[in-house]
């Protein structure tokens, strides 16, 4: 079945660093979302993307789509500490029966 | 608009129980998917709703099953319980099934004694 890979799994840094997450899947994707989780909380919808190559922006986070349909990025630019959570990207293998399948996210832990 | 309601919050069951979870999704969604989140594990899909019919299964075993209302709330239920399927719960909503975002709701904590 499809698989969706994020890596690194955990990653910590100071704030101000950039930090990038990035997401595999095994087959191509119809479309990618990107959801954060705070500590405690649930994942929150970010963003979506559809096109081959379309990247996004939201204040310091850039969002990218590969040209193939099968991986993606997300880039924040100048941690900071309310970025902690972890983040998931999802996505829906071509076909309109196919389910939506959360990677299998990256824990970012801010520090000052 | 509310947001999407689970219920109950927190739940402590002893093995071999049955359990059943509610999840009202924002109003107008039809669409209503139900996922497992374990530590180790991540977020694993178990089923996908859409106007009362279930468009897609994770692989889960059978004492796992669901269903979803005219009004498009969505139960599901988890039978002889195991040690294993302490998780958060959490249920999620959108309006269409692709190209709409999911919006999740606060979950159920099941913990199985």
């Known amino acids: 079945g499809q698989q969706v890979m994020q890596i690194p799994q955990y990653q910590h840094v100071q704030e101000g660093e950039d930090f990038t997450t990035y997401c595999n899947s095994s087959t191509t994707l119809s479309n990618i979302q990107w959801y954060k989780q705070r500590p405690g909380g649930h994942p929150v919808f970010l963003i979506q993307l559809v096109k081959s190559g379309e990247v996004k922006k939201q204040k310091r986070l850039t969002f990218q789509f590969g040209e193939a349909k099968k991986n993606s990025s997300l880039h924040i630019t100048a941690t900071q500490t309310t970025d902690v959570g972890t983040y998931f990207c999802a996505g829906r293998a071509t076909g309109t029966a196919s389910k939506l399948t959360f990677g299998t996210g990256t824990r970012l832990q801010v520090t000052l | 608009k509310a947001g999407v309601t689970q219920t109950p919050r927190y739940l402590i069951k002893t093995r071999g129980q049955q359990v059943t979870l509610s999840c009202s999704p924002i109003?107008?969604?039809?669409?209503v998917s139900w996922y497992q989140q374990t530590p180790g594990q991540g977020l694993q899909f178990l089923f996908e709703y859409f106007s009362e019919t279930q468009r897609n299964k994770g692989n889960f075993p059978g004492r796992f099953s669901g269903r979803q209302f005219s009004n498009s709330r969505s139960e599901m239920n988890v039978s002889t319980l195991e040690l294993g399927d302490s998780a958060l719960y959490l249920c999620?909503?959108?309006?269409?099934?692709?190209?709409?975002?999911?919006?999740f709701g606060p979950g159920t904590r099941l913990t199985v004694t």
């Open positions: 109003s107008g969604h039809r669409s």
């Open positions: 999620a909503s959108s309006a269409d099934r692709t190209y709409y975002e999911q919006y």
